[in-house]
């Protein structure tokens, strides 16, 4: 099918400027003064880094922000279906014609010199952010933080830090303080940061990093709490306590997830109303995400059909403890991941509650783990495992022998973009 528009364009550009990793901050510099500096004309921006649950927290900002009456723009990734999914101008996905606009306008002022992808899409929704008048900015980091291309706001109204662990080891270090020393390269001289659960050895050098630039911390266990009681999620800080539902996205870590954006919004004088509608708003495809009613669906009708993106050990030990607090019922993994991820140490944790695993290829995804090398890998770890050369065989199978089942399509994001794209578009952009 040949692409047009701005998938047309997108494309270009990844043929021009690779998707690499190339972590520097001096061409997106460059690059944002060639443009006039859009990163120093932004709303107040909430900045925010971390291994884990950075996208759901940023969700329950934006929700929690919306819910007083505000707006905010929001940068986040990768995409799911979409690559306007990645830029949200005042509560809205941007629009076709804005991104093919925005991204030629770089590409055009970038002229000939060396970018990466990232560092050209990010340009363009600083461009975005800039113009168009909003609340708040709430800006994800792509990969680490101090050297991240979203890393060039001197001064941020907050950041946060949510929980650290071993991911993206070949460009971040292969231990907790290499990642963490990243990871708190968001911190600024004298600006707010709240900070999620952290390892000992990674919260130490986060403290050091405050410490040093005088950045008053907000930490997990410290300065607030968050915590399930009777089916509501409590938070305390210095402020006080709250007594609100239980947050929207499903899942034991989302409580932490909700303390981390409650501890922002309530640093930054945003009320009780507000701080309930940021738990029971927020919504954040391929996180625990329930598919009741697109056709993979209509293929298992009988099957309790769930979708995660979660990669990392620390996402496979979350997704354990989910599966743990749900009723009993048999629950059969259809799994796919990318060569850059710990498969192992994903997969390991969740073979107690497994049934069975059928591992597949990710389609048109060239760093892909075959899957029969994913369901061996996945054998040594204590899964039932197998191959299915497709999603709906892999549905087929399962449901042939155990209509009624609980089936998780998990191990990747690039695999959860895959699922929605063959279920309901929609599915991919909400909230």
Known sequence: MTQTGSDALLARMMQLHPKVIDLSLDRIRQLLTRLGHPEAALPPVIHIAGTNGKGSTLAMLRAGIEGAGQSAHAYTSPHLVRFHERIRLAGDLIGEEALIALLQEVLDINGAEPITFFEITNAAAFLAFARLPADYVLLE??????????NVVDQPAMTVITPI???HEAFLGDTLAKIAWSKAGIIKRGVPCVVGPQPDEALEVIEQTAARL???????????????ERGRLVFQDESGLLDLPLPALRGPHQIQNAGAALAALRHLGFDEAACEAAVTGAEWPARLQRLTGGRLARLAPDAELWLDGGHNPSAGEALA??????????????????????????LAPLAP??????????????ASVPGADLAAKAATCGHDARVAESLEDALAAI??????????????????????RQDDESLATQG
């Open 214 to 228: 005088g950045a008053p911390l907000l930490v997990h266990g410290q300065h607030w709490h968050a915590w399930e």
């Open 165 to 167: 662990s071993k991911d």
């Open 141 to 150: 980091t792509g990969l680490g933080g101090i050297y991240d291309s979203t």
């Open 353 to 366: 509650h497994a049934a069975s695993l059928t591992a597949l290829t990710i389609p048109e995804e060239t």
């Open 321 to 346: 403890e989910f599966l743990a607090s749900l009723p009993a019922r048999p629950t059969h993994l259809v799994c796919a991941m990318i060569n850059t991820k710990d498969a192992g140490g994903y």
């Open 399 to 420: 449901t042939r022998t155990a209509p009624e089942a609980r089936i998780l399509l998990c191990g990747s994001l690039y695999f959860a973009g895959h699922v929605l």
